[in-house]
């Protein structure tokens, strides 16, 4: 996977892959959208839901630049939640690409630095108390190869588009995602594409269409009720 650092329109830093020209996340900012997308509607809502719940256990299904594991990271540390989180990822940044990420800047947080690089310093497989209250496990492999005797509050499903890997997003792997989930449990994902919808149907998902981040139109949140 050739890919190179760029900066979004909100001057936080992404990943594009050069030969499709995919990038890890919206062009018009990243931290914008990791913001909207996983912790406005994902994380903040099901905080409200399970009526301000102190333990919840997050999973993300592309991990990459650990953008939306590093904002969960802050909420949690904000609001006092413990937090579970795991991090699904085939393809792991290398040292130097996480050096060029500009989070930690851009979030005004550069006493959190450390805290991000143990982000990316995880063996494969290994859980890591990242501070007290919140727990960090790095799956390095595919989805598909993911086994879990745990169950989720959240998932954050930030795959590459349907148009790239279109695997990840079929009623096989949203049936996979329903079964990981407890009662109440939310999926949140970028995507609003009709057979994404259709497919979360299927396997039992209640699914809301909402407003997307900037320069997105829709977006859908899942529920398991």
Same mark, same amino acid.
């Given at each position: ?5 760029? *900066? ?16 890890? @996340? ?11 997308? !996983? *912790?406005?509607?994902?994380?903040? @809502? ?6 301000? @719940? ?14 939306? /594991?590093?904002?969960? %990271?802050? !909420? /949690?540390?904000?609001?006092? *939640? ?7 990822? /085939? %393809? ?25 690089? =143990?982000? @990316? ?14 727990? $960090? ?14 169950? %989720?509050?959240?998932? %954050? ?14 009623? /096989? *792997? ?6 990981? $989930? ?7 994902? !970028? ?8 497919? +979360? ?10 407003? =997307? ?5 829709? +977006? $859908? ?5």
């Amino acid at each position: 996977m050739k890919r190179k650092i760029i *900066i979004t329109d909100d001057g936080s830093s992404s990943l594009q892959l050069i030969n499709v020209k995919e990038q890890y @996340h919206s062009t018009f900012g990243a931290i914008q959208e990791a913001r909207f997308v !996983y *912790i406005k509607k994902g994380l903040n @809502h099901i905080f409200k839901t399970l009526k301000n @719940h102190k333990n919840l256990a997050v999973l993300e299904m592309g991990f990459g630049t650990g953008l939306n /594991a590093f904002l969960t %990271y802050l !909420y /949690a540390k904000k609001h006092k *939640i413990n937090i579970n989180y795991t991090g699904i990822e /085939a %393809y792991p940044l290398s040292a130097d690409e996480v050096l060029q990420l500009n989070y930690v800047s851009q979030l005004n947080v550069l006493n959190e630095i450390k805290v991000f690089a =143990g982000f @990316h310093s995880l063996k494969p497989n290994e859980i890591k108390k990242i501070t007290a209250n919140f727990k $960090l496990t790095f799956f390095r492999g595919f989805l598909e190869n993911f086994e879990s005797k745990s169950k %989720y509050n959240l998932i %954050y499903f930030d795959a590459f588009s349907p148009g790239i890997q279109p695997e990840l997003w079929t009623e /096989a *792997i949203f049936n996979k995602m329903f079964n990981l $989930l407890n009662p109440q449990g939310v999926l949140v994902t !970028y995507s609003a594409k009709g057979q994404v919808r259709r497919n +979360m149907q299927e396997v039992g998902f209640t699914i809301e269409r909402l407003p =997307g981040p900037t320069g997105k139109r829709e +977006m $859908l949140r899942a529920t398991k009720v």
